[in-house]
């Protein structure tokens, strides 16, 4: 189902002499572990492949690369996000090849009379501008916006990153979300305030993602108030390379110590409730992807904070003004 480019590869390996390269790659892709050490096996390549967790490009296994003597490293599944690495990357996009046409056709008549703003995640984003043509023909108005830090094509958007949503946001009525998941819809409505539409090409439908607002703010509400009466709280730090926000977790240790909370930086690579229990603390604040405090939640037994929220916590930021957790570096 998805397409993955070969030739992107082979000039890679040809450009930087590569005899040993660390193979990088979320679980949807490896199950092509055969086809893909046949492949590298045939440009006289040797490839190590790294069986650790890949949840985005912000994991870049470089320094893993090193470790195993290897001279390069490829990462597929996700797009670049400019990170600084120690041997040369090269980021091979996991592609669909699902068209979304047929589930968007489905969804036309919610979607006439009001502007749009389509977005995508890197699997999809290729579709985009397809998506924009089929529905000039059909005389509904979108836009695609700018990407933000982290990512890298217009119309895409991350976890972390809500980038082109936002830059076009006052220019729109809603978004069209072209992919799989509620993650992203959910997260394109709490950052704009705008209803999204999420145009699932693989099952063939749409459903319009009414994310109740009140909920959501109820429960992040109620996850602060609980926090209140905490003694202690473990201030989570990925030492993954685009996850890293140790400067951001000091200064949140500095405040909740300020407000007379024991704080604690507990660095993980993987961040798993099994591994928070051992602990024994009374709440977390997360530092690491912003998805483990939102969609993760549920699986963790204590509370898990925003940074955001923290500071509603601490008295230094305002729930008038609730922001959504994003990393721009
Ligand atoms: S930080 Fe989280 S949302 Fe962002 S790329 Fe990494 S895994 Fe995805």
């Known amino acids: 189902m998805y397409k993955l480019d070969p030739q992107s590869v082979e000039d890679f390996l040809k450009e930087n002499k590569v005899e040993k390269v660390a ?44 470790g195993l003597g290897c001279d390069a490293l490829i990462h597929y599944g996700h797009s670049d996000m400019g990170l600084d690495t120690e041997v040369p990357t090269l980021y091979v996009e996991a592609r669909m ?10 969804a036309l008549p919610e979607l006439r009379g009001s502007v749009w703003g389509l977005v995508s995640t890197v ?24 990407p933000g ?22 220019e ?12 992203h819809p959910m997260g394109v409505a709490l950052s704009t305030g705008s ?48 996850q890293n926000r140790k400067g951001l977790a000091e200064e949140l240790k500095v405040e909740l110590e300020d407000e007379g909370y024991d704080a604690y930086i507990l660095v993980f690579d993987d961040i798993i409730p099994s591994s928070l229990e051992d602990f024994q ?25 925003s940074p955001f929220e923290v500071r509603v916590l601490c008295g230094s930021e305002d729930w008038e003004d609730y922001q959504l957790d994003e990393i721009s570096v």
Not at 34 to 51: N, T
Not at 129 to 144: A, D, R, T
Not at 149 to 170: F, H, K, M, N, T
Not at 281 to 305: G, H, M
């Open 23 to 66: 193979i990088q790659a979320p679980e949807g892709i490896r199950p092509k572990v055969k086809e893909l050490e046949d492949f590298f096996l045939s440009k006289d390549v040797e490839p190590i492949f790294l069986a650790k967790s890949c949840y985005g490009a912000c994991d870049v296994a470089d320094r893993d690369a090193v």
């Open 149 to 170: 830090a982290r990512a890298e094509y217009p119309g895409q958007i991350l976890g972390c990153d809500w980038g082109s949503s936002d830059s076009v946001a006052d």
């Open 281 to 305: 603390l009374d709440a977390f604040v997360n530092t690491a992807c912003p998805r483990i405090s939102f969609s993760d939640q549920e699986s963790f037994r204590k509370p898990i904070l």
């Open 97 to 106: 090849e699902v068209d979304p046409l047929d589930a968007l056709e489905k």
């Open 172 to 183: 729109v009525d809603g978004f069209i979300y072209i992919g799989t998941g509620e993650f």
């Open 195 to 242: 209803p999204v539409i999420a145009v699932n090409p693989v099952a063939n439908n749409f459903e319009r993602f009414d994310l109740d607002m009140d909920d959501f703010f109820q429960k992040r509400w109620a996850l602060i108030s609980s926090v209140q009466d905490a003694e202690s709280i473990g201030v989570l730090v990925s030492t993954k390379e685009g």
């Open 123 to 146: 699997q999809h984003v290729h579709f985009l501008s397809e998506v924009q043509e089929f529905l000039e023909e059909e005389e509904i108005e979108s836009k695609i916006g700018e």
